[in-house]
Nanobody
Framework: QLVESGGGLVQAGGSLRLSCAASGFRFDDFTLGWFRQAPGKEREGVSIISRTGSTYYADSVKGRFTISADNAEKRVYLQMNSLKPEDTAVYYC??????????????????WGQGTQVTVSS
């Protein structure tokens, strides 16, 4: 199970930290990712951290977002700085057991959280 928290309403230029709590599986065996879906758009990969520690960032968030994982706490975080209105979306946490490198393919991920809304006002 994956449970996201930390979403909310923030002004452009502000920051939020998303957290995803994992339970029911061996956390350090999984690649973990943050995806987002804006109204009328497809779900897209934002940032991924593999079980070997490799990371991926979408071009649109490079230099602004940072993904991290705490194996002891079984949590994955997404620190989002310099937020823009175009970052507004529902953000989802996901976990994949069968891949060893970061992937943005939705089908690679077996577990999904319920999502948390991030709204950035201009």
């Amino acid at each position: 199970q994956l449970v996201e928290s930390g979403g909310g309403l923030v002004q452009a230029g502000g920051s939020l930290r998303l957290s995803c709590a994992a339970s029911g599986f061996r956390f350090d065996d999984f690649t973990l990712g943050w995806f987002r879906q804006a109204p009328g758009k497809e779900r897209e990969g934002v940032s991924i951290i593999s079980r070997t520690g490799s990371t991926y960032y979408a071009d649109s968030v490079k230099g602004r977002f940072t993904i991290s994982a705490d194996n002891a706490e079984k949590r994955v975080y997404l620190q989002m700085n310099s937020l823009k209105p175009e970052d507004t979306a529902v953000y989802y946490c996901a976990a994949a057991h069968l891949i060893r490198v970061p992937s943005v393919h939705l089908a690679d991920y077996e577990l999904w959280g319920q999502g948390t809304q991030v709204t950035v006002s201009s």
